[in-house]
Every structure is written in structure tokens, then in C-alpha cells.
């Protein structure tokens, strides 16, 4: 890894002034590493800032929560002791909510062999600080629903606006029925724009407000708009790994067979009455059309809803589905909207599930509240500019001027409208697990939430977002640059992974050889800024086979292809 010039406080924690050596888990005892400079640096003006909202804005979140002035002081007492634990190392302290996700996370802090914030990975000391800053508002029962980060979001969102509508404008131009090469083009594109939307992370500004910027071009009016696709072109060197031309090409031949397979399914339809096979989208069978009459005797059948299909039992998914585990809220919620509506209108899947974050996390990360803030807003949106053409150098008199381009919410609008009717239908599902805010890699999700993992194998292709998903994915470990995605999972492998991110921490693999060496000579930070990314696949996954484990919602009570 490069130094970084940072000062390593040596004398007051027990760091060492070396980088991160290869092939071990990210940690902040390596003074010379990103993870070190977050602990010590980033995460205490993030609580900083937390703590002045909370004093500069006490009256708004008291009227908006119901909060006393008492609440309040708790809440900032509660952040402070937070914030000097963390910077001194203290050990952790136990959760003190009473809730089986809080025991759990109990069972995880004893279960470490280091735990205090310096000495155990990074990762685990990030995801914990973020849980006791949401158990800061369980404790104070008015404060239960406050999102202490909501300000930064809505702002983030509002100065995202011209973006949003250039994109909007362009998708429309994408979701009518296209041949092969357009399809397989636009799908390239909107990868692409989902990537760079991952620059607007708060998370890594430390709550100050991201804006796009056009790169490396001359000032003119027209380059004055802030437009994503122009961006793609501008940007296009720095995308250090491309797997988007194989995303394309292979999540449309899975999703394909996905659909022969539930299309040529039988199984449902052989054992059971109409109810079941209608509950699952299957017609009738010809002998279930009429049901039969009940035997003499007997009593009428019983009354209630259909069972549902058992899912620990299914070899081939109930539809064509396609997930995506979503990062920050705003702009990149929005750009993986845009991509998720495309998939639906190609036919390319039926279902797009957007795995979300149940509790506010790392400053920016999406929550069922901000997913419909996004939608709400969009619909709601009044943007209107007029940009000037540019000046031509040549132009005569005689020449006729180019009318001003207008940028405008119109399409923005008209996209909403139809993603309120996704949710309705169930198109868009949200989905909000509590796996997604603990603080486990995801090599162990089949350990920790074999249930979640399953859920996940009936996607044809699962999208990772951002920068703590790939950490995740590579289990937070620092892994040879040029080792390869696959092996870098380290056998998560559910379904297809697919992952886009802009690189803003110290780790990374499949690279080419002598890629990493390359940039660090142009630039030793150049993992810390997120002006690079990655779009990278891996198509193995495991065979989705019959459950030993019981359906989590009847447990022992499960029984053949209905859960009873």
C-alpha cells in the first residue's frame, strides 16, 4: 500500500506507523492506511456534525419528533461519550436496547478476540459506531424515528436536480422496445451512469455536499450543464476494470433461461389444487379448472388466504428477478431506478428488489424512507434552464443561431409517476434485512443469514453499489491487486455478482498487472478520492437446490410444496 502523510498517533494508541500488509483484514492499527485516517479522522467530524444539527436545529426536531429539550441533551451526551470512546479506543460497549437484533449484536461484540476500535477490522468498528448511534435514538423513545443524516440527504438530492432531468430525458428514449444492439448499448450506458452516480457519497466528504463536475474539459456554456453522459465519455480512462459489455450479455441469457425454467415448470401444477397453482402465477391445470365438489359429509373448505408456495422448496424461482443492493440515497438511488425501470421495460426481468438499509447508515446509505423520499420528490420536481448554445468560431452574420437548450423536470416527473406504479404492482420491491446494517462480510452471509442468502439465488444477476459492499464483498481484506473478482468473493457466490463502484478506500482486485504500481506513481491516494471505479462480474454461482433448512416464516411446521 502507498503511505499516506497523515499524522499516526503511536504514543496514544496502540498503532503501528506501517501500511496494511497483504492478505489481512483491514484495520485500523495500521497507522498508514485509510482505515486508520477514517477512525481518527473521518468518523469524528461525521458524529461532530451530528452533534451540532442536533444543537443547531433542536427546535425543528423537537416539533417534527415531539423531542423535549431533555431528549436532545441525552441524545448529544449520548454522541459525545460515542465520539471520545472512539478516539481513545476504549473497548466496545454492549448494546443496551432490548431487541433480538440488538442481543445479537451483543453476541457478536463478545464474540471478537479485539474488541475496541483501533484493534478489531475496520469494518466491524464502522458498522458498530453507526448501530449506537441509531441505539442513541432508541433509547429516547420520541427520537425512535429521527434520522440524524436526513438534512444532508434532502439537500444532496435537491442539488442533484439538472442531472437527474438530463438522465430522465435520455431514458425515455431507452424503454421502447429496441432490437439486440440497442438493448445491449443502453444497458452499457445506464451501468456506466449507475457507476458514477457512486461519487455522491457523504460518507466519504464527511456530511459536505457532493456535487458532479464536468472533468478535464474547457469552460463553455454548454459544458456548464452537469450532464452524466457527456461524463461517461469524459471519465472513460478512468474505469480501471469494464466487465459492463459481459453484464449485459449474460444477465439477458440468464434471465431468458430463468423464464424457459418457470415456463416449463411443473412441479407446482402435478400436486396441488388451483389455489396453490394460482398463488404461484401458474395457469390452471385442465383438471383443476372446476375444483370438485366435497363429498357428502364432509364440511365446507376451509376459509382464509391460499397457502403460499414454500420457497425452501423451489429449484426454479416464481419469477425473473434482478437485485440490486443499493449504496447512497439521492442521485445514485435515482440513477439505479433509471436502471431498474430499463430492465422492466425491456422485459429483460419481471421484478427488481432493492435491498435497502432498515436503520440510517453511514451518513448517506438508503432506508425505505429515503427510496419513497426519491420517488415522492421526483414527482414533485419544478426545474426549468435554459443553457446558450456555444459560440462557433466561424459563424457568419447570415448564419442562423442555434436555438438554447432547455433542461427541464418534465421527464423527471413522467419517470416517477411510473415508478409509483412499479411499487404498487410489486414491481419495485423494497426490501430492508437486517443483515445488510451488521457488521459481517459477505463470504459469512450464508453463516449468519442463510435465509437472506437463499432469498438472494433466486435473482438472475445480484448489483452491489458502492464502496462498503465491496469491501464486504472482499471480505474487507487486502487482497493482491491482481488477484481476480471470483476468487476474491472468497465463495460468495449466490447468484451472478455484479459490482459498481467508485474506489474510495485502500483495497481492490483485478486489476491488470502493473495497473496498481502505475497509478500509485501518479498519485498515492488515488483509492481515497472515488475518481476511479470499477464495474466488475463474476457469472459462477451456486445451484439452487431444495432447502435443508425450513422456510424462516412456519420453521418446523413446513411441509411439502405448501407451507401449511
Known amino acids: 500500500m502507498p503511505a499516506y502523510d497523515w499524522f499516526v498517533d503511536t504514543e496514544n494508541l496502540p498503532v503501528m506507523r506501517i501500511v496494511t500488509p497483504r492478505n489481512v483484514d483491514m484495520c485500523g492499527i495500521y497507522g498508514m492506511s485509510f482505515a486508520y485516517y477514517s477512525l481518527k479522522e473521518r468518523m469524528p467530524v461525521i458524529l461532530t456534525k451530528v452533534i451540532d444539527y442536533l444543537s443547531r436545529e433542536s427546535s425543528k426536531i423537537k416539533g417534527s419528533c415531539g423531542a423535549s429539550d431533555e431528549d436532545i441533551r441525552n441524545y448529544i451526551q449520548y454522541i459525545t461519550k460515542l465520539k471520545n470512546d472512539l478516539v481513545t479506543n476504549k473497548p466496545y460497549d454492549l448494546l443496551k436496547v432490548d431487541t433480538p437484533e440488538a442481543k445479537r449484536w451483543n453476541e457478536w461484540i463478545s464474540a471478537v478476540d479485539s474488541p475496541s476500535y483501533f484493534l478489531n477490522t475496520w469494518v466491524f468498528t464502522e458498522c458498530y459506531v453507526y448501530r449506537r448511534l441509531r441505539e442513541g435514538c432508541e433509547l429516547n423513545k420520541t427520537l425512535e424515528k429521527f434520522d440524524p443524516f436526513d438534512e444532508q440527504k434532502a439537500q444532496s438530492f435537491n442539488n442533484s436536480l439538472e442531472p437527474m432531468c438530463i438522465v430522465a430525458e435520455k431514458l425515455a428514449t431507452m424503454l421502447p422496445p429496441s432490437d439486440k444492439d440497442k438493448r445491449k448499448a443502453d444497458f452499457i450506458t445506464l451501468l456506466k451512469i449507475c457507476l458514477w452516480s457512486n461519487k455522491c457519497d457523504l460518507s466519504l466528504s464527511m456530511g459536505e455536499q457532493v456535487k458532479l463536475q464536468n472533468e478535464g474539459v474547457k469552460k463553455s456554456p454548454s459544458r456548464d450543464v452537469i450532464d452524466p453522459f457527456q461524463m461517461i465519455l469524459d471519465l472513460k480512462d478512468k474505469i480501471l476494470v469494464d466487465d459492463s459489455a459481459k453484464i449485459a450479455d449474460q444477465v439477458v441469457v440468464r434471465a431468458e433461461n430463468i423464464a424457459k425454467a418457470i415456463e416449463g415448470n411443473t412441479s407446482l401444477k402435478k400436486c396441488s389444487c388451483n389455489r396453490l397453482a394460482t398463488s404461484a ?39 425473473v428477478m434482478f437485485d440490486i443492493v443499493c449504496d447512497n440515497a439521492g442521485y445514485e438511488l435515482f440513477t439505479d431506478l433509471c436502471l431498474a425501470h430499463f430492465l422492466i421495460s425491456q422485459k429483460i426481468v419481471q421484478k427488481v428488489r432493492f435491498h435497502v438499509k432498515k436503520i440510517p447508515w453511514f451518513v448517506s446509505d438508503v432506508t425505505p424512507v429515503d427510496f419513497q423520499y426519491v420517488i415522492s420528490s421526483c414527482a414533485k420536481s419544478s426545474y426549468r434552464r435554459e443553457v446558450p448554445p456555444d459560440p462557433k468560431p466561424d459563424a457568419s452574420e447570415d448564419s442562423v443561431e442555434e436555438p438554447p437548450r432547455v433542461v427541464s423536470s418534465d421527464s423527471l416527473q413522467q419517470l416517477a409517476s411510473a415508478w409509483e406504479g412499479f411499487v404498487q404492482d410489486g414491481s419495485f420491491v423494497v426490501m430492508c434485512d437486517d443483515f445488510w ?26 448489483l452491489f453499489k458502492g464502496d462498503l459492499n465491496y469491501r464486504k464483498l472482499l471480505g474487507e481484506r487486502n487482497c493482491n491487486p491482481t488477484l481476480g473478482f471470483e476468487p476474491a468473493l472468497q465463495g460468495f457466490l449466490p447468484a451472478p455478482i455484479a459490482a459498481c463502484r467508485t474506489v474510495k478506500a485502500d483495497l481492490i482486485c483485478g486489476l491488470p498487472k502493473g495497473k496498481w504500481e502505475q497509478l500509485n506513481k501518479v498519485d498515492e491516494k488515488w483509492m481515497e478520492k472515488g475518481d476511479y471505479g470499477v464495474i466488475q462480474f463474476c457469472g459462477k454461482c451456486e445451484p439452487l437446490k431444495v432447502s435443508d433448512r425450513p422456510c424462516p416464516m412456519y420453521g418446523d411446521t413446513c411441509r411439502g410444496l405448501v407451507c401449511s
Not at 366435497?294 to 408456495?309: F, I, K, L, S
Not at 459481517?440 to 432469498?455: I, N
Open 437 to 462: 446494517t451488521s457488521p459481517h462480510v459477505y463470504k459469512d452471509m450464508k453463516r449468519y443469514d442463510p435465509d437472506l442468502y437463499r432469498q438472494l439465488q433466486f435473482a438472475a444477476c445480484v
Open 281 to 319: 402465477g401458474l395457469p390452471l391445470c385442465e383438471q383443476d379448472e372446476k375444483p370438485p365438489e366435497a363429498p357428502a359429509g364432509e364440511g365446507e373448505a376451509p376459509e382464509g388466504p391460499p397457502p403460499p408456495p414454500c420457497p425452501s422448496k423451489f429449484t426454479v424461482p416464481q419469477s
